[in-house]
Nanobody, 126 residues
Framework: QLQLVETGGGLVQPGGSLTLSCAASGFTLPISTIGWFRQAPGKEREGVSCINMRKSYTDYADSVKGRFTISRDNAKNTVSLQMNSLKPEDTAVYYC???????????????????WGQGTQVTVSS
């Protein structure tokens, strides 16, 4: 059974940090890229960051550059998103998504991903 499970969400004060993890299991084909997306109430789901699982390629939304860092552990089939200097506008449900099509880069484009996790809530508030 194909599964993506996000963990690590929670409540944090502005300026604080959280690390989200995405664990993939049940994939019979290698995962090519994993993306992190977020959706705030009343807003569209937006691509936050992505990483290629075979190449040294990552990408970030301008709104999180310099604050978020994506990394991978191929042996464990997991991807982490280290989030620092969090702001109230980072509050959202965060989702990870996987694409198995061979790619040398990655995309922060929702239709590029065929597999999605259930999401984890991140709330930044004092």
């Amino acid at each position: 059974q194909l599964q993506l499970v996000e963990t690590g969400g929670g409540l944090v004060q502005p300026g604080g940090s959280l690390t989200l993890s995405c664990a993939a299991s049940g994939f019979t084909l290698p995962i090519s890229t994993i993306g992190w997306f977020r959706q705030a109430p009343g807003k569209e789901r937006e691509g936050v960051s992505c990483i290629n699982m075979r190449k040294s390629y990552t990408d970030y939304a301008d709104s999180v550059k310099g604050r978020f860092t994506i990394s991978r552990d191929n042996a464990k089939n997991t991807v982490s998103l280290q989030m620092n200097s969090l702001k109230p506008e980072d509050t959202a449900v965060y989702y990870c998504a996987a694409d198995i099509r061979i790619n040398n880069a990655c995309l922060r484009y929702r239709p590029a991903y065929g597999y999605w996790g259930q999401g984890t809530q991140v709330t930044v508030s004092s």
